[in-house]
Each structure stands twice: as structure tokens, then as C-alpha cells.
């Protein structure tokens, strides 16, 4: 298991976070509280955005299974 964090930086006109990469794990969950997460479909390579929102766990698995999870 690995668990990274990205802090929200004090200066909000640098960015900062992770190139491109693929992850290689079975699962991926993600607690996203600010924009910027980009997933890549693997049939088309076609980027899109996926959008926070607040409380929701996204995960993200193999085969192209995707869900958000919502607390309420």
C-alpha cells in the first residue's frame, strides 16, 4: 500500500502535484479536494477532468472501473 499526499500550496499560481504516470496498482482510491485529476481512457486515449466533490471517495480500478462514493 502506498499513501501520498499533495497539501494544498500557500501560492496559488504555482502548481504542483504529479506528471503523467500510470499507476500500477489493482486499485486506486482518491479523497480529491481541489481540481486537477485527469484520467486517460485507454480505448480512445482520450483525457478528461474529474471533478471534486467534497467528501466523495473516487476510486479507481483496472478495466476501466471508475465510481464516486458520496458520504450522504
Not at 18 to 43: F, P, S, T, Y
Request: net charge negative.
Amino acid at each position: 500500500m502506498d499513501i501520498n499526499l499533495y497539501p494544498t500550496y500557500p501560492d496559488p499560481t504555482v502548481t504542483a502535484g504529479a506528471v503523467e504516470h500510470n499507476d500500477g496498482r489493482v486499485i486506486n482510491m482518491l479523497l480529491q479536494e481541489l481540481g486537477g485529476l485527469h484520467v486517460r481512457r485507454q480505448k480512445d486515449g482520450q483525457w478528461f477532468a474529474v471533478e471534486p466533490i467534497p467528501g466523495a471517495l473516487v476510486c479507481i480500478g483496472f478495466e476501466g472501473f471508475y465510481s464516486v462514493h458520496v458520504p450522504y
